[in-house]
T-cell receptor
Framework: DAGVIQSPRHEVTEMGQEVTLRCKPISGHNSLFWYRQTMMRGLELLIYFNNNVPIDDSGMPEDRFSAKMPNASFSTLKIQPSEPRDSAVYFC?????????????FGPGTRLTVL | QQPVQSPQAVILREGEDAVINCSSSKALYSVHWYRQKHGEAPVFLMILLKGGEQKGHDKISASFNEKKQQSSLYLTASQLSYSGTYFCGSGNTGKLIFGQGTTLQVKP
């Protein structure tokens, strides 16, 4: 079985450009999570979905960030316009359902560099 | 509120033991432990769901003291493959809040 798939694996862009990160969760998983990881702030939850519906987006840093999940097998995280401080590794994770009692499976991550 | 992990970093020789602690100022409903190797994604180790629960996986085990709002991860007879950053996660109402991580380095 394929794990969580993310694309691209690396993205280098210039300040002000739009960036779209993509995620395909594990088939059958109903919950999807977007995380950002930096040295300074660690592993932060940005937003999570349950059954394609956004449940908690309190971790989204500002209006420049948006996330969608149009169907059970695809989600995007968009940054527009991007800034150098957005440089980080962005992970997508999925689990069978939400709740603190469920293992999360992480994708390989997208390393974003904004120049 | 982010759980607090201690210590921040540990250096061990192969075969030595280590303990990583995770504490929260808020009630812990469940505790997750993950390990992340350099340049890779976090990988699940175990979940503890109830106070007093203990779990083990190979030579890695954990305990959960619900009253004290803390959990500990025990690594016994460490191996080189144990090197990485260990995160605890506080589980509540659908989401995980991760601690800042503990970096473990096992040397030959």
């Amino acid at each position: 079985d394929a794990g969580v798939i993310q694309s691209p694996r690396h993205e280098v862009t210039e300040m002000g450009q739009e960036v779209t990160l993509r995620c395909k969760p594990i088939s059958g998983h109903n919950s999807l999570f977007w995380y950002r990881q930096t040295m300074m702030r660690g592993l932060e939850l940005l937003i999570y979905f349950n059954n394609n519906v956004p449940i908690d987006d309190s971790g989204m840093p500002e209006d420049r960030f948006s996330a969608k999940m149009p169907n059970a097998s695809f989600s995007t995280l968009k940054i527009q316009p991007s800034e150098p401080r957005d440089s980080a590794v962005y992970f997508c994770a999925s689990s069978f359902r939400t709740g603190g009692d469920n293992e999360q499976f992480f994708g390989p991550g997208t390393r974003l560099t904004v120049l | 509120q982010q759980p607090v992990q201690s210590p921040q970093a540990v250096i061990l020789r192969e075969g030595e033991d280590a303990v990583i602690n995770c504490s929260s100022s808020k009630a812990l409903y469940s505790v997750h432990w993950y390990r992340q190797k350099h340049g890779e994604a976090p990988v699940f180790l175990m979940i503890l769901l109830k106070g007093g629960e203990q779990k083990g996986h190979d030579k890695i085990s954990a305990s959960f003291n619900e009253k004290k709002q803390q959990s500990s991860l025990y690594l016994t007879a460490s191996q080189l493959s144990y090197s990485g950053t260990y995160f605890c996660g506080s589980g509540n109402t659908g989401k995980l809040i991760f601690g800042q991580g503990t970096t473990l380095q096992v040397k030959p």
